[in-house]
């Protein structure tokens, strides 16, 4: 129980580093694109975006940022939360609508180009935003907090860094119990437990695990169907830690498999590893699908592949940048993405096989470090 002691520990600590200590950076940021979309404030409601600026994680408020204020509105809930949570901001206590004090707020600063988050926002709450700064120019700037959130900061990166080892650390206990006759939803189950025992938050998406010819379907739910021998089972799981996920998917067979599913299994594999190779600074999103893609279509498997390569990964489990076909972006060093290839067979099963990859200055780093070659159970 001392090692545990001291992750919990540590992980403490890590609260303040990840959240405050970065706040002046990132608002810093934010600013700088304000003023180039020439936004005298930008009113934040989505919860993770006002994490990302304050450091806040109540899971209501509402931000307004200018370009030398910033100003956090929460009810009586969170006002002590939020005074020790929150870094760069104002917090003001109210006991009516955020919206309507956020608004009255403005009003009094007669602004006149106020930018939203057209993302988040509801229709009825930019109709009373509306109604409160009737002479300003709301701007649709959804997307804006994102941009800068794609390039993850130090203390993000050792937030998800730390989530992908609880991820490889979990599965590979649960994998030492695996046997026929277990069924999928208790296995999800004990893998969130015990994500929890590593000291995570808990998971960061629902566990999915999914067996014989379950598993072809990519995003099926851990259901009451039992493990059988001679089967593949997908394993896709993730820990979430100070808010930052991890994500992970790992295929095993339970019995001795066949050489199609040996062939199966060889070419994800492959199809994975040249991924990650691809994954560099400046290179292309849609370069490293397109590489995997070419791996598998070498072994007439590309028609199975259904879905993107990956995606990015950090505060929401699916967040920029894409790594689909024809996807622009390019890489810089901080961006974690997702590297998934799979192949999807009706009638037989899927393979599917995933990290969590950091872009480096020089190529790329596995934040989910677990081995994919003990895959058979027999």
């Known amino acids: 129980m001392g090692g545990d002691a001291s992750l919990l520990l540590f992980l403490s600590d890590m609260s303040v580093f990840a959240s405050s200590s970065f706040v002046p950076s990132r608002q810093h940021r934010l600013r700088d694109l304000m003023a180039k979309r020439r936004l005298d404030f930008l009113l934040v409601s989505n919860p993770k975006n006002i994490f990302y600026l304050t450091g806040f994680r109540g899971s209501t408020g509402i ?87 794609l390039v993850k900061d130090s203390g993000e990166i050792d937030c998800i860094r730390q989530a992908g080892q609880i991820t490889a650390a979990v599965f590979s ?54 493990l059988k021998e001679d089967e593949l089972v997908i394993f896709d799981l993730g820990a979430i830690l100070q808010g930052y996920a991890a994500d992970m998917t790992r295929t095993v067979f339970l019995g001795r498999p066949s050489r199609r599913v040996e062939r199966l299994y060889a070419a994800v594999l492959m199809a994975q590893e040249q991924a990650i190779k691809a994954v560099r600074p400046a290179t292309a999103c849609g370069k490293v699908d397109f590489t995997a893609r070419r791996a598998l279509s070498g072994r007439a498997l590309d028609r199975y592949f259904t879905h993107s390569t990956g995606h990015g990964v950090g505060l929401d489990i699916h967040e920029k940048p894409r790594l689909a076909r024809k996807e622009e972006t390019l890489l810089e060093p901080g961006c974690v993405v997702s590297v998934e290839p799979g192949v999807y067979i009706e009638g037989l099963g899927g393979v599917r096989i995933e990290d969590t990859v950091l872009v480096t200055e020089i190529g790329a780093e596995v934040l989910t470090p677990l081995s994919k070659d003990d895959w058979i159970i027999s």
């Open 63 to 149: 931000a307004v940022l200018g370009l030398e204020q910033a100003v956090l509105f929460v009810d009586p809930r969170y006002t002590l939360q939020a005074r020790e949570q929150s870094a760069g901001v104002d917090v003001h206590e109210v006991r009516r609508p955020l919206l309507s004090a956020a608004g009255q707020w403005l009003i009094r600063r007669r602004t006149r180009n106020v930018g939203y988050d057209d993302a988040h926002l509801t229709c009825s709450g930019f109709s009373e935003l509306q109604r409160r700064v009737p002479k300003a120019t709301l701007r649709a700037s959804g997307g804006l907090v994102e941009d800068l959130r």
């Open 173 to 226: 206990e649960v994998r030492g119990t695996l046997r026929p006759g277990l069924r999928e939803s208790d296995l999800a189950a004990e893998i969130e437990y015990r994500m929890r025992l590593h000291g995570a938050e808990g998971a960061a998406f629902e566990t999915i695990v999914a067996s014989g010819e379950r598993s072809a379907w990519p995003h099926a739910r851990a259901s009451s169907k039992l």
